[in-house]
């Protein structure tokens, strides 16, 4: 059985998911009590809603901020899966681009997504992953990564972590507000 319950109480197939399965409140709802990471944040565990909305905010691209506050849509259904082991996962990132393609679908977004908000959101989302390094996560005693993620030189920081509900409604008033530009739909 590939089937999950969502907090609306849709049956979403994980193999086969239909757009009309697909609520905003459902992937803030999970997304706002999924901890980046698996947790291991400094301070309360920060949150994968958090750090979609600010990626949406930090865009060059402001056509692109609904793709980036629905990048990590897919994981709602998915689950977060620390990159490391995303690569081992045989089937896993189809299935997850699948997920994502019919969030697009339902959201009325691109797909694909064009190259220039793509390239936009992959580095809002590795400049925050960064700086998410350096303000959140403790210093590992060994080197791990920072390669992929060099520290930019910027203003971003992260000076509070969301509790979930905090993180719920910034998710939820990104998305109206990005309703009310027209570029994401209901």
Known sequence: MTQIITRSGTVVDLLNPKPDDIHIDDIAWSLSRMSRYLGHTLGIPYNVAQHSVLVAEIVTEKQ?????????????????????????????????????????????????????????????????????????????????????????????AISTVHTEREAYDAFIREYRTLWQRGLIRT
């Open 64 to 156: 692109a901020a609904a793709v980036a506050l629905m990048h990590d849509a897919h994981e709602a259904y998915l689950g977060d899966i620390v990159g490391p082991l995303k690569d081992h996962l045989i089937g896993y990132e189809g299935v997850a681009a699948n997920m994502q393609h019919v969030i697009h679908r339902r959201f009325g977004l691109p797909w694909p997504v064009p190259p220039l908000w793509q390239e936009d959101v992959q580095d809002a989302d590795r400049e925050l992953c960064a700086v998410e390094l350096r303000d959140i996560m403790p210093r590992p005693n060994m080197p791990i990564g920072p390669a992929n993620y060099p520290i930019p030189v910027t203003k971003l």
